[in-house]
């Protein structure tokens, strides 16, 4: 190695380290926080605690409230991604494995779910929720959710269903094996990847959603997490270590479900958009 | 003897073709109707009604009745509160393009390459996308916190007096913005990372050995190379600027005096709570434009892309 490029190196590592801090110093303070006392975040928030007090981490965990927030958040992701999977890989196969008479328009159709965002439409669905009577339950975010949800998942499982081996189903069909037995029994089966990249995305999605549990649920027993966090934050606005304590607890599963499912994660929030 | 048994073949082939056709219509009305009736009924309608109550004075109450044709979308015109929200809309998608943007390309061309500390780095820069915007939104204001968080320590630590940017009329929105940038560059990165692994490596190097420089090959060889994945972003970005919400509430909620709404913010804040359904859904109706206007463009671009 020359020596210009060695100071080119020690530039460049100096730089991503600069940015590296950028990125990590709040969540440090953050976690950090959540350990120490009032006065001690005022004096010195991204000192190590002089001693860790486990108490403000310990009693947001032994409160049934905060388990019942991730709970019905859990419940509602999983529901989401449940009906999702299955109605959109259901339209899906259609389109790929059946032609018929206006299937490209119905196709088209259904993708216009791509071309805007969910909050245009927020308020009438916040009616129509309403008059349904699904106000405050679980269906009112897992529905929308997953109706939202259809298009990428549609035009994701089409294509990949399209390139599964033709020959697979006329053999099966000769076993006499029909068009729904073959869509659970085959198609379902060998499509675990694309399955289980838009299941996460959609999952991360519905994990996070904010704006929707807001309209439309009101009842802190229904609450998600990010609804709970903000209820938290509005009982203890002085004490931002019971906050900060809540925050780290929330983005540890987090972090740690993304390390797990980094694979499709990443697939599935950049792959779609470098291939166009 | 030989006709009869092509004729039984052929006999058979059209029975299997005639049972496949039936089963065909039985799975198509199995497996779409569900779909439909859950986009239809959860997106497409509410569109739908979202530009009829556009037209209306309505809370939301019993049905629409009081007609007042274009006047909600003329009130929402002349809102001092809703230009500024379009100023910070406008606002975000500038800081987009010309500083997250830039910085996400030049760490990506820092580190795309596949070493132990390029994939910690990349790791690092792309876990606050990972989080909820509201627990970005929850921290960061924790730090601007002038009274009680990291503002407070830092300024007593240098002897100064404390500042309250999220308070303050200029400054807040600055702040929004910081924590945008924070959030969201790194997964215009990892965009940028998946397209230059792609790009070959024999053309860096027939360029290298062409006596180019390190920086006449980013400039000519490898960003024409990831235009593509540089316009998807873009547009990702200006898509995600319409739709910033999440990230305002827990920061400034629109305040102070309603300096840092977004446009989604304005709706929620002046459509929904106070249950100005009519006036909401116009402000609806007008995302929607906005966003179907960012469609075709992106459609257009890339129509005239693969023509030429």
């Not at chain 2, 990972?130 to 960061?140: F, K, M, R, T």
């Not at chain 2, 308070?167 to 702040?175: E, G, K, L, M, Y």
Request: hydrophobic share 55%.
């Amino acid at each position: 190695m020359t020596r210009g490029h060695i100071i080119r190196n020690i530039l460049r590592v100096g730089f991503l380290c600069i940015v590296a801090s950028f990125v990590l110093a709040p969540m440090l303070a953050t976690v950090l926080g959540g350990f120490k006392t009032n006065a001690e975040i005022r004096t010195s928030a991204f000192a190590l605690p002089d001693s860790w007090n486990w108490e403000f981490y310990g009693s947001i965990v032994s409160d049934p409230m905060f388990w019942r927030y991730l709970g019905n958040s859990l419940l509602i992701s999983t529901l989401a991604v449940v009906l999702t999977l299955i109605v959109g890989a259901a339209a899906a196969y259609v389109f790929a494995q059946i032609r018929f008479f206006g299937s490209r328009m119905l196709f088209s159709y259904l993708l216009l779910g791509l071309m805007f965002p969910f909050a245009t439409a927020i308020l009438p669905l916040f009616i129509k929720v309403r008059d349904i009577g699904l106000l405050d339950t679980y269906w009112a975010v897992i529905l929308p959710q997953a109706a939202f949800s259809l298009s990428l998942a549609i035009l994701l499982f089409r294509t990949f269903f399209e390139q599964l081996p033709k020959e697979l189903f006329e053999a099966a069909y000769i076993d006499g094996c029909g068009y729904v037995r073959f869509f659970w029994r085959f198609t379902l089966p060998l499509s675990t990847p694309i399955l289980a990249t838009v299941g996460v995305f959609v999952f991360v999605q519905s994990w996070n959603n904010f704006l929707l549990p807001l309209v439309v649920l009101n009842s802190r027993e229904a609450f998600t997490w990010p609804l709970g966090m903000m209820q938290f934050r509005g009982e203890f606005v002085t004490e931002w270590n019971r906050t900060l304590a809540f925050v780290t607890l929330t983005i540890v599963p987090a972090i740690v479900f993304f390390l797990a499912a980094q694979k499709y994660i990443v697939a599935g929030l950049t792959g779609g958009a470098v291939k166009g | 003897m030989a006709t009869s048994v092509a004729s039984r073949r052929l006999s058979a082939s059209e029975r299997l073709r005639r049972s496949l056709n039936n089963g065909r219509v039985t799975a198509a009305l199995i497996l779409l109707p569900p779909a439909l009736i859950l986009f239809t009924l959860f997106v497409m309608l509410p569109l739908g009604e979202s530009v009829y109550y556009a037209f209306f004075n309505w809370n939301g109450y019993g049905t629409p009745t009081d007609y007042v044709g274009m006047e909600n979308f003329q009130r929402i015109a002349g809102h001092s509160v809703f230009q500024k929200a379009v100023t910070n809309t406008l606002k975000i998608v500038a800081i987009s393009l010309f500083l997250q943007m830039p910085l996400a390309l030049l760490l990506a061309l820092l580190i795309y390459r596949k070493t132990p500390t390029n994939a910690l780095f990349r790791l690092i820069f792309f876990v606050p996308y990972i989080l909820a915007e509201v627990a970005a939104g929850l921290i960061w204001s924790f730090v601007f916190d002038g009274n009680y968080g990291v503002t407070a320590s830092i300024a007593q630590s240098m002897g100064v007096e404390s500042f309250f940017i999220l308070a303050d009329r200029d400054w807040a929105f600055v702040a929004v913005m910081t924590v945008i940038v924070w959030k969201y560059f790194g997964f215009h990165m990892m965009i940028y990372i998946a397209a230059l692994q792609s790009v070959p490596e024999d053309l860096i190097e027939a360029a290298r050995i062409e006596g180019a420089k390190r920086h006449q090959i980013v400039r000519y060889v490898q960003i024409p190379q990831i235009k593509h994945a540089l316009v998807v972003s873009a547009f990702f970005a200006i898509i995600g600027a319409l739709q910033v919400f999440d990230i305002i509430i827990p920061l400034t909620n629109g305040g102070p005096s309603n300096q840092t709404h977004t446009i989604v913010t304005y709706l929620y804040t002046f459509g929904l709570t106070r249950l100005n359904i009519g006036f909401g859904s116009a402000v609806g109706v007008i995302l929607f434009i906005a966003a179907i206007t960012v469609a075709v463009f992106y459609q257009r671009f890339f129509m005239n892309r693969s023509e030429t």
